[in-house]
């Protein structure tokens, strides 16, 4: 195994963890129930809770590079923060919209790529998609922060 390949998978799993604990622990409800209302209230419930979360994760980076020792470029640790960050931000944002007629952001992805049945029949669709759309950014941020994939 490369320094590069235990580095990733040190990031990833620090930046996954992170995930869960601050959607679903550090998240308020205030924050969870208004991010994706397309007014001015949602966005800033929204980037509130992108707030704490990146901290959160942020939080994780460092344990883990204490725990094991690992150094990680501050540089591309921010950068990987930052993917995390925007592209959670741009999923919140659909929050409560997955089963909208009319779709727009990810939603429309998600739509255009034949998901719109399972979206409309299956009440977990929606979180399912959300939390797939951020694992996915996860991977691509954790090998940003890491120095690449291994």
Excluded at 16 to 34: G, I, L, N, R, Y
Aim: charged letters at 20%; hydrophobic letters at 45%.
């Amino acid at each position: 195994m490369t320094d590069r390949t235990a580095r990733f998978a040190a990031v990833y799993a620090a930046l996954t963890a992170s995930h869960e604990v601050a959607d679903h622990w550090v998240q308020v409800d205030a924050h969870a129930t208004v991010k994706g209302e397309p007014d001015r209230e949602g966005a800033v419930a929204c980037a509130k809770h992108v707030a704490t979360y990146t901290a959160t994760q942020a939080v994780a980076l460092v344990a883990v590079q204490r725990a094991t020792g690992m150094r990680l470029s501050w540089k591309r640790a921010a950068l990987g923060l930052a993917v995390s960050a925007a592209t959670h931000y741009v999923a919140d944002r659909q929050g409560g919209h997955w089963r909208d007629d009319e779709p727009s952001g990810i939603v429309r992805l998600a739509a255009a790529t034949g998901h719109v049945g399972w979206l409309k029949r299956d009440p977990n669709a929606g979180y399912l998609m959300d939390q797939s759309w951020h694992k996915g950014w996860i991977a691509i941020a954790a090998a940003v922060a890491a120095g690449g994939m291994p």
